[in-house]
């Protein structure tokens, strides 16, 4: 599949801090999506991406489809101790239904 | 994870044992997709099915072979386990309007 890099690879937060991560490409996408991953389930769609620029919420949760439509972010607000586990991004490119997907990013919370 | 069902949960094998790991999904749509995960590598697609009657080999298809018996049920199968196929196996089912897919819950593989 394509080459996602997801960074950052892990981060410890502090409860209650806003924290971001991105998913780069050299290649365009039509779709962004962001899973995320609790320890011993499966991954779970959080938000999805359609258009270049689209910004779209869920709760404390903000992604965005980057303008060159190579990139999106993920933004977290005021961390919480069930925020924990694995982010995922996957992206769909132009004429292919299967997804790519990151390496993801761990996230741990310090209470 | 609603909507898709994996078994079993957990398995260990001996290499060159063989099994198949089952997936169903309820919600009656056409492509499925059988990923492997693996420590710091994300999920990498084996096999998918686009619609019933039709597979695909994915990034990793070495090793195993999947049916997809009916819309509702797509198997994968080890027929000679080897220690580098241990790994979680993950089932997704896709809506191909748009390109979301949604998880099983995973089997945990183990070859010894």
């Known amino acids: 599949g394509q080459q996602l890099n997801q960074s950052p690879q892990s981060m410890f937060i502090q409860e209650g801090e806003d924290v971001s991560m991105n998913c780069t490409s050299s290649?365009?996408?039509?779709?962004w999506l962001w899973y995320k991953q609790d320890p011993g389930e499966g991954p779970v769609l959080l938000i999805a991406?359609?258009?270049?620029?689209e910004l779209t919420s869920n709760g404390r949760l903000t992604a965005q489809f980057g303008i060159t439509r190579k990139d999106s972010f993920l933004n977290i607000s005021a961390s919480i101790p069930s925020d924990v586990g694995i982010y995922f991004c996957a992206g769909q490119l132009p004429n292919d239904y299967k997804l790519s997907f990151g390496a993801g990013t761990t996230v741990t919370v310090r209470a | 994870n609603a909507g898709v069902t994996q078994t079993p949960k957990f398995q260990v094998l001996k290499t060159g044992q063989s099994m198949t790991l089952q997936c169903a999904q309820d919600m009656n749509h056409n492509s499925m997709y059988w990923y492997r995960q693996d420590p710091g590598m994300g999920l990498r697609l084996i096999y998918y099915s686009a619609s019933e009657g039709t597979t695909d080999k994915g990034e990793v298809p070495n090793g195993y072979n999947v049916s997809r018996l009916n819309k509702r049920e797509f198997s994968l199968r080890l027929e000679s386990a080897a220690p580098s196929q241990t790994s979680v196996y993950f089932c997704a089912m896709g809506q191909e309007s748009s390109y979301e897919q949604y998880f099983g819950p995973g089997t945990r593989l183990t070859v010894t």
């Open positions: 290649s365009i996408f039509n779709t």
């Open positions: 991406l359609y258009k270049a620029g």
